[in-house]
């Protein structure tokens, strides 16, 4: 096989990395909190064996790293006591069996304890990283833009501070690596800070930021470089083979 169709290669095979990016951006275009991912890819220089009188050097084309857009997506409204979205930038702390993990997706609810949790059942963490306990007997819960919960006890005037919801960032949010579910894992052992400028909104849920039009424009890019690619591969090999009859004529 020679050089053209290697290279041709490698271009498919990002393509089809890309592809599968894309495609998992368009099925998560509903998923709340979700954020859209690109592939970066890079060129590999390579020395081929010298020709006759000459060197050259080919250029194969490798998947990089997967580029992660923590742009805040739109927030819609649903009046849930226990939906919450943050504004600005920040992540919800949570408990998983694998330790502390991030997300922001605020659909959360109660748990047969009384404790806040997600939609999968992993506790939400306060901000020195206990669990929440909510009181389902007290009165409506209400939750501050600084993630305060308060709720009135049965024949109490004044509303009492039953927890906070915990807010952190990160200096470098390409460190974090997603770890399914909505949620992301600090795999670099990054120390998480006190979100101090994000705020939380009780009663709202922060959409994707997914763009169904951009990333469907980019499947069809997709589809017509492998197309072009594919063509080139066949192109090549057409002349290969007609090399070869002609050689075999003159012998």
């Known amino acids: ?82 939906d919450v979205a943050i504004t600005g930038k920040g992540f919800f702390q949570v408990q998983t069996a694998s330790g502390v993990e991030y997300t922001r997706d605020g659909r959360f609810t109660l748990d047969a304890q009384g404790q806040l949790t ?60 997603k770890a399914g579910d909505g949620l992301y894992a600090n795999t670099t052992n990054q120390t998480p800070q006190p979100a101090t400028s994000a705020t939380v909104q009780q009663g709202m849920l922060e959409a994707s930021n997914v763009q169904p039009i951009v990333q469907i424009t980019d499947l069809i890019r997709i589809q017509r470089a492998y197309e072009a690619v594919s063509q080139m591969i066949s192109n090549t090999s057409d002349l290969s083979k007609s090399a070869i009859q002609r050689l075999g004529a003159v012998q």
């Not at 890309?18 to 890819?41: Q, W």
């Not at 390579?46 to 009188?53: D, L, M």
């Not at 050097?57 to 739109?74: E, H, K, M, N, P």
């Open 1 to 82: 096989m020679d050089n053209t169709m290697y290279v041709s290669l490698s271009r498919q095979m990002v393509l089809q990395r890309e592809l599968d990016i894309v495609a998992n951006n368009v099925a998560n275009a509903d998923t709340n909190g979700f954020k859209v991912e690109s592939l970066t890819s890079e060129d590999d220089p390579v020395t081929p064996p010298k020709a006759i009188g000459q060197q050259a050097t080919i250029q194969y084309t490798l998947d990089g790293a997967v580029a992660r857009d923590f742009t805040q997506g739109s927030l819609t409204q649903t009046g849930g006591s226990l």
């Open 118 to 177: 997600t939609q999968s059942g992993n506790p939400v963490l306060d901000p020195n990283g206990a669990p929440i306990s909510i009181n389902s007997a007290n009165g409506p819960v209400t939750i501050g833009r600084d993630g305060t919960i308060t709720q009135k006890a049965p024949g109490q005037a004044q509303s009492q501070v039953t927890g906070k919801i915990g807010v952190v960032n990160f200096d470098s949010l390409s460190q974090l690596s």
